[in-house]
T-cell receptor, first 113, second 115 residues
Framework: DTAVSQTPKYLVTQMGNDKSIKCEQNLGHDTMYWYKQDSKKFLKIMFSYNNKELIINETVPNRFSPKSPDKAHLNLHINSLELGDSAVYFC????????????FGPGTRLLVL | DAKTTQPTSMDCAEGRAANLPCNHS???????VYWYRQIHSQGPQYIIH???NNETNEMASLIITEDRKSSTLILPHATLRDTAVYYCIVRVGGNSGGSNYKLTFGKGTLLTVNP
């Protein structure tokens, strides 16, 4: 069983489109995260949710809107996609009180043309 | 969180021990040292963490100097599958809220294990 899964694995789309990436974890964790890894391979936090409540929003453009319907899911919706949004997006989860130990998904490779 | 300094790249022969250094001279008393790795095209993977005592698990050993200003991750018998970027991260342990939820990744060390 995959601990942290993301769909889709690859996403190719045109500028201006709206797209969503989904993340699910079956570890029973209550904190979930979205990270972005750009072409230079820098990995940066975007959002963190704890028990469906937004904890961290790292000055991400408001075209990015995370949604957590329950503790096991954290989705990322992106409006009006831009070329600079092309990156690999990783979802992660952790247990309460053990936020340094995060489990990452396989990533979603987004290419905006 | 304290900053860390790691070599950009290292090589290791298959079957030999890989010793990856990390400097964190500004670490404070309540900050832990975490190690993650990222194998090509995969998500980061947690390896090990420690506060001041040496730690060992099934993946690796972590040696932290007595002054805690540096640490070394040891992969005792490196295999080709250990080729990855290794990240040393220093952060406050546990949950103290707010920005403590995030991991701040640097550039890491690209470890290449050669046959």
């Amino acid at each position: 069983d995959t601990a942290v899964s993301q769909t889709p694995k690859y996403l190719v789309t045109q500028m201006g489109n709206d797209k969503s990436i989904k993340c699910e974890q079956n570890l029973g964790h209550d904190t979930m995260y979205w990270y972005k890894q750009d072409s230079k391979k820098f990995l940066k936090i975007m959002f963190s949710y704890n028990n469906k409540e937004l904890i961290i929003n790292e000055t991400v453009p408001n075209r990015f809107s995370p949604k957590s319907p329950d503790k096991a899911h954290l989705n990322l919706h992106i409006n009006s996609l831009e070329l600079g949004d092309s990156a690999v997006y990783f979802c992660a989860s952790s247990q309460w009180g053990r936020e340094g130990t995060q489990y990452f998904g396989p990533g979603t490779r987004l290419l905006v043309l | 969180d304290a900053k860390t300094t790691q070599p950009t790249s290292m090589d290791c022969a298959e079957g030999r021990a890989a010793n990856l250094p990390c400097n964190h001279s500004t670490i404070s008393g309540n900050e832990y040292v975490y190690w993650y790795r990222q194998i090509h095209s995969q998500g980061p993977q947690y390896i090990i963490h420690g506060l001041k005592n040496n730690e060992t698990n099934e993946m690796a050993s972590l040696i932290i100097t007595e002054d805690r200003k540096s640490s070394t991750l040891i992969l005792p018998h490196a295999t080709l599958r250990d080729t990855a970027v290794y990240y040393c991260i220093v952060r406050v342990g546990g949950n103290s809220g707010g920005s403590n939820y995030k991991l701040t990744f640097g550039k890491g060390t690209l470890l290449t294990v050669n046959p």
